[in-house]
């Protein structure tokens, strides 16, 4: 939201007729903005699901407004996020992609590309197809996230091999989140549009915090989730109530 704010207020201060060193410097400050927020998120993110990890698996209560800030646990949280999202997207995205430009590139110079594959239904199940095998892959790796947030340290090989008895769930939560992925970006996509036919500026903020609430609650769900995983990937954990 914050980020949203800062590069409207930069886009109202670019002049009319900007020259060219004002607009590599508005290019830059916005980057710096879109990077800062990403990395913001993203230590955000680490910081909320170390704190939900460690109340839930080692029974750590949340002493003030806000959960402990442990250094160690959040950044290597984050750290690890960065590095599950990257492997994810080199085995399931990257070929994924060389997919739809190939079926793109046959279309253009053989021209046998079917019309069917044209429609939003195909492109509907690909994209839910290409997320589940994502999210699968990446909640067989995930158990590395709990496990540093409460000072264990486990490698990739270890984390698919614990969660080698779920797999089957696993791909019921991964159906389950795709489709739920899928459904909040139709939902996004037609707010927006109705904001804009609105052209009831209140409508855009109300928007704004709708979808917040509702990314808050998917993310404590994922993070739950992980926290579940984990502690029966551990017959000697339970989990704390």
């Known amino acids: 939201?914050?980020?949203?704010?800062?590069?409207?207020?930069?886009?109202?201060?670019?002049?009319?007729?900007?020259?060219?060193?004002?607009?590599?410097?508005?290019?830059?400050?916005?980057?710096?903005?879109?990077?800062?927020s990403f990395m913001g998120l993203i230590v955000a993110t680490a910081w909320a699901a170390v704190a939900w990890h460690r109340h839930r698996l080692v029974g750590e209560n949340v002493l003030g407004i806000f959960p402990r800030f442990q250094l160690s646990a959040v950044y290597g949280y984050a750290w690890r996020i960065l590095m599950l999202i990257l492997l994810c997207a080199i085995f399931v995205l990257i070929p994924a992609l060389v997919v739809?430009?190939?079926?793109?590139?046959?279309?253009?110079?053989?021209?046998?590309?079917?019309?069917?594959?044209?429609?939003?239904?195909?492109?509907?199940?690909?994209?839910?197809?290409?997320t589940t095998v994502f999210t699968s892959m990446f909640l067989?790796?995930?158990?590395?996230?709990?496990?540093?947030?409460?000072?264990?340290?486990?490698?990739?090989?270890?984390?698919?091999?614990?969660t080698s008895d779920r797999r089957f769930s696993i791909i019921g939560i991964a159906v389950f989140y795709s489709a739920a992925t899928l459904l909040y970006g139709y939902l996004s996509i037609t707010a927006s549009v109705f904001v804009q036919l609105s052209?009831?500026?209140?409508?855009?903020?109300?928007?704004?915090?709708?979808?917040?609430?509702?990314?808050?609650?998917?993310?404590?769900?994922?993070?739950?989730?992980?926290?579940?995983l984990y502690a029966e990937s551990r017959p000697v954990l339970r989990l704390k109530m």
């Open 100 to 130: 739809g430009i190939v079926i793109g590139v046959n279309h253009i110079v053989v021209g046998n590309f079917k019309p069917a594959l044209h429609s939003g239904a195909v492109h509907v199940a690909f994209t839910f197809l290409v």
């Open 1 to 36: 939201m914050l980020a949203f704010l800062a590069l409207i207020g930069l886009q109202n201060s670019v002049p009319d007729a900007p020259t060219y060193e004002q607009m590599r410097t508005i290019q830059r400050v916005a980057n710096t903005i879109i990077h800062g």
């Open 140 to 162: 067989r790796y995930a158990m590395i996230l709990p496990a540093k947030a409460v000072g264990e340290t486990i490698t990739l090989s270890e984390s698919w091999r614990r």
């Open 199 to 228: 052209q009831i500026p209140a409508l855009a903020y109300v928007q704004d915090i709708f979808f917040l609430f509702v990314q808050w609650i998917l993310l404590m769900l994922s993070v739950s989730i992980l926290t579940t």
